[in-house]
């Protein structure tokens, strides 16, 4: 990583206003865990948030919706039925589908799953740890192998640093590449490619990952974007935000001695708060190649 992409962050940074001023629906189909924080951050950042995933209504919300964001964090029989139902549907209508494959690559089911989706609808956007972006290649068989991930969380051996980002931007280079659609790998450093060109974030802190829900949160946000955007650029934006969100909001249970509840809370205020002006002047966006 070198210098800034400056001309890439002030063009992303204007989606904010665009994203609040036309307020799209934003079809989330996710896990009854994070349901709720990822309706606020829809809420936050300027989406408007519907989360109904009772199969015999799901395709009139996709009809309506601006994007269908699909989470599989928690997969009940109703759910399959359901996120299958959206997913081809939107498709049909060509509605932009933003996928978050929880786990993927842990179980028989995980992967049967988020394999049929991608297979049978039109997936705009994978958002997912690297342990996770991995296992949809093996699935795929675009990489040999893969690291089986600590459940919901990214294996030791994927972490993306500084040292192995040109590494790990290939990778998911090729994979996006494949799979014909946009890949957001989140981590310490995010990585976000479109096949063509690969971006590295390296915003954020550690102690996202000791709330419940951020990733989802994350793929919700992007979901939101998704909607007045290319997918490239949705990805960019949304990962930008709540990275940005997630500093700034560390800085203030830092200053106050407080703990993860209060940072859950100042999150989604530095969501709702969060402008050009703030993704210009805390923004770490790289073009990695």
């Keep these: 990583m070198n210098q800034i ?27 009854f865990v994070t349901v709720n924080d990822c309706a606020n951050s829809v809420l936050a950042i300027g989406g408007s948030p519907a989360m109904a995933n009772e ?31 959206a997913a081809t549907h939107a498709k049909k209508v060509e509605t932009p589908v933003i996928l978050d494959p929880v786990a993927v690559g842990v179980t028989k089911l995980r992967n049967e799953i988020t394999k049929k989706i991608i297979e049978e ?22 990489v040999d192998e893969c690291t089986m991930a600590k459940g919901v969380d990214v294996a030791t051996n994927d972490i993306i640093t500084k040292e192995n980002i040109k590494e790990k931007g290939q990778l998911v280079k090729n994979i996006a590449y494949k799979l014909n659609t946009v890949i957001a790998v989140s981590g310490k450093i995010d990585i976000i490619s479109d096949g063509k060109h690969s971006y590295a974030i390296d915003n954020g802190n550690e102690i ?34 709540m990275a940005i969100a997630g500093e700034l909001a560390f800085k203030t249970i830092s200053d106050n001695k407080e703990g993860t509840g209060s940072f859950r809370t100042y999150l989604i205020d530095e969501l709702y708060k969060i402008n050009e002006d703030t993704i210009q002047k805390y923004g770490k966006l790289y073009l990695i190649e």
């Design 208 to 241: 996202m990952t000791k709330i419940t829900g951020s990733g989802c949160m994350l793929t919700a946000v992007i979901g939101s974007f998704m909607a007045v955007t290319t997918p490239l650029n949705a990805a960019i934006i949304g990962s930008l935000s």
């Design 5 to 31: 992409d400056n001309k890439k962050l002030n063009e992303t940074s204007k989606l904010i206003d665009t994203l609040r001023k036309k307020c799209p629906l934003t079809h989330c189909i996710t896990n």
């Design 55 to 85: 199969k015999e209504e799901v395709t009139e919300f996709v009809d309506i919706a601006g994007s269908l964001v699909i989470n599989i964090g928690t997969i009940f029989e109703h759910d399959q039925l359901a996120i299958m139902k």
């Design 121 to 142: 609808s039109n997936v705009s956007i994978i958002r997912g740890n690297m342990s996770e972006i991995k296992a949809i290649g093996k699935l795929f068989n675009i």
